[in-house]
């Protein structure tokens, strides 16, 4: 019996398809949308070990002699009238441009680090394909220095910005830094320029780049334990290229997202995107699950190229990218991306984030020898769900319990069977009133105390007896 258990499962599950329907000509409303597809959308981490060494630094005092000589012009002409105007003049542009002031020295200083970036993939297939950006899985060496030297040599650059404020001396240069540039300004852009000059100058001398992807509510401390080995099996550029990966990860049975057509969409049109924004975490030990949000087409722009990306108002923040973006219908026609941001400020522009249409994906499906399908225990899913929100709980009982049978790991399907059962439970304790029963959706009124008993395939039901005259 164990052995035919899941054939006729499956099987039990497939008929419960037909005879419920799945396919969808209608909007979901946005919680559906999440609900539905909050199983097919990971989360993911890229983890690099790395060796890595950078080189000590002195000033270029040529080019700090010929920038006095610029800067005693301007003060012969009037523009400058201080020596406090000099001076900060001085330390913007040393620090605006440290690849032309830093000198490297042959003294290096040898560092290992473990760095991880995270961000969100959508499933295409039950045996595991999945689609994330390029950026989020990259292990090119430039992006690698890049992120060792925002993050891992970070102590090394507030050493040596706090060593160039105290060597100012006295109060009257750290007081014209205050008054005409602003000490926050200074230190953003001493940290700045030192994570510019360890980037270009760092030599990686090891580095090990692992990946892993995780479904359901997951604590990001936790993905690498909980997640499953993924492998790049198709990858493009991060953006302005085509910022697409193919990753596969061995599983079977699992919950996909349906891929829709991005040539429909319009300005106006509305969309939804849903991942694992790192906004969203207060503490990194904390389980979360992607979280949704909404907006509108802004417009399908044209990328240098030639290819199309489309724009939206629709909030995003780093640990989206990658994530599925779906029209009204539930369908995921593009990946969240990145956003733009102000060079002059840092910050993020509100209203200007983009998405790489599912057409590009497309072809790094394609690529990969990808073919995507949504997986039976998906569909079988969403119309539990369904069942769930019709009030159904039978219905909606009987196919979590086939999706739990077939994958028990299926995420949220246990808190469904759970939420499930008690609504079942509920309606029990309050369905029998004085005067009546019900069984199978029949409300029988109970005439007198003498009764025979009827049974019906859905349950029993009293029915009064009959007195001849």
Not at 63 to 72: E, I, P, V, Y
Not at 234 to 248: F, H, N, S, T, Y
Not at 313 to 324: F, I, K, L, Q, R
Not at 363 to 372: D, G, I, K, R, S
Request: hydrophobic share 40%.
């Amino acid at each position: 019996m164990k052995i035919l258990l899941k054939p006729l499962v499956i099987a039990v599950g497939l008929l419960t398809l037909a005879i419920t329907g799945c396919g969808k000509t209608t909007a979901l409303t946005p919680s559906q949308l999440a609900e539905q597809n909050k199983p097919g959308t990971l989360i993911i981490q890229t983890v690099h070990k790395a060796e890595f060494s950078v080189p000590n630094y002195d000033l270029n005092e040529d080019k700090l002699n010929q920038l006095s000589k610029a800067l005693g012009q301007k003060v012969s002409s009037g523009e400058y009238t201080s020596e406090q105007q000099v001076f900060v003049a001085i330390i913007q542009t040393v620090l605006a441009a440290p690849l032309a002031y830093f000198t490297p020295m042959s003294q290096r200083v040898q560092e290992q680090a473990e760095v991880s970036t995270t961000g969100s993939a959508l499933a295409v297939t039950e045996d595991g394909y999945l689609v994330t950006n390029a950026h989020v899985v990259s292990s090119e060496q430039d992006d690698i220095k890049q992120l060792l030297a925002d993050s891992a040599l970070e102590e090394v650059a507030v050493s040596s910005c706090q060593s160039l404020w105290n060597d100012l001396g006295g109060g009257y240069y750290q007081e014209a830094i205050g008054a005409l540039m602003g000490t926050q300004e200074f230190v953003q852009l001493c940290l700045q320029a030192h994570a510019e000059y360890f980037a270009h100058y760092m030599s990686l001398d090891a580095l090990d780049t692992k990946i892993y992807a995780a479904m359901g509510a997951t604590a990001r401390d936790q993905i690498v334990e909980q997640g499953h080995k993924a492998t790049v099996k198709a990858i493009g550029e991060p953006a302005p290229g085509k910022d697409v990966a193919i990753l596969k990860i061995e599983a079977t049975h699992m919950p996909t997202v349906a891929l829709g057509d991005d040539q429909t969409l319009a300005a106006g049109d509305r969309m939804f995107i849903l991942g694992y924004p790192g906004a969203g975490v207060i503490d990194e030990q904390e389980a979360v699950e992607a979280s949704l949000t909404a907006g509108l087409v802004s417009a399908r722009k044209t990328m240098a190229d030639g290819w199309d990306i489309l724009q939206t108002d629709a909030a995003m923040s780093s640990g989206n990218s990658g994530g599925p973006v779906f029209n009204e219908d539930g369908e995921a026609i593009g990946i969240a991306t990145f956003a733009k941001v102000d060079p002059s400020t840092g910050s993020q522009v509100q209203g200007a984030n983009f998405v790489v249409p599912i057409s590009v994906v497309n072809e790094f499906l394609t690529q990969a020898n990808v073919e995507p399908a949504p997986s039976g225990i998906s569909q079988l899913y969403q119309t539990a769900v369904s069942q769930f929100e019709r009030g159904q709980f039978k219905r909606a009982l009987a196919s979590f319990r086939q999706v739990s049978e077939l994958n028990p790991s299926y995420p949220y399907v246990q808190s469904y069977l759970s939420k499930t059962q008690a609504a079942i439970n509920k309606d029990v304790e309050g369905a029998v009133s004085p005067g009546s029963i019900v069984a199978g959706g029949i409300v029988v009124l109970l005439l007198g105390t003498s009764s025979a008993v009827v049974g019906l395939h859905r349950g029993m039901v009293k029915l009064p007896k009959l007195k001849a005259h």
